[in-house]
């Protein structure tokens, strides 16, 4: 919830209520997030700066808008409409189709007619960030915000690895939701 949601729902309920429910919910740190499952603040974690990327062979399709805390390498990755995600970490494929919207820097060792080293964008999607691949597509409607480069081959990252650390609720109960609750800082 923003402030502007809060501020509303304070001036609709009995001002008795609204007194309690101000102080609740303006108490405490407000510099450290909340996780929205266990209701508790989250915990600085540092990302190791060793640059490992977490292999995931096949295919990753995101059908959701999540924030992607940790580098993945992937043989093919698919951003599926009105999906928005953001990988503060590079990102390393075969193959890169977006039909929605991705922020991050990629290294693309295929194509997208099946060919290893290319990227495509189709219409109404939105690339930001860096690409480093054998070719790439834009189709009518699409946009690239941002740099690419044609590669024959990649070895070495495209862009400094800038965060390193993330919020993440560090909850041990039964909570299994809170593993998914990861905040990239920002600001």
């Not at 304070?10 to 996780?35: M, V």
């Not at 062979?57 to 698919?78: H, N």
């Not at 690239?144 to 800038?162: C, H, K, M, W, Y």
Request: proline share 7%.
């Amino acid at each position: 919830m923003d402030a502007a949601q809060i501020f509303a729902i304070l001036c609709a309920i009995p001002p008795e209520q609204a007194d309690f429910s101000h102080t609740i919910t303006t108490a405490g740190n407000s510099k450290t997030p909340t996780c929205s499952v266990y209701q508790h603040k989250l915990s600085r974690v540092d990302q190791p700066k060793t640059r490992a990327l977490r292999s995931l062979p096949g295919e990753m399709i995101f059908q959701s808008t999540p924030v992607v805390p940790d580098p993945v390498a992937c043989g093919r990755l698919e951003i599926m409409p009105e999906c928005e995600v953001t990988f503060p970490h590079e990102i390393r494929t075969q193959y890169l189709i977006v039909r929605g919207h991705v922020s991050g820097d990629f290294i693309c060792q295929g194509s997208v007619t099946l060919e290893p080293g290319s990227v495509t964008l189709e219409p109404g999607s939105t690339l930001k960030g860096s690409v480093a691949a054998r070719s790439i597509t834009v189709q009518n409607g699409a946009e690239l915000r941002g740099q690419f480069r044609i590669v024959e081959d990649v070895t070495e990252a495209i862009a400094p690895n800038s965060t390193t650390w993330f919020w993440r609720c560090q909850n041990d109960s039964a909570k299994d939701a809170c593993r998914s609750v990861v905040f990239q800082p920002h600001g």
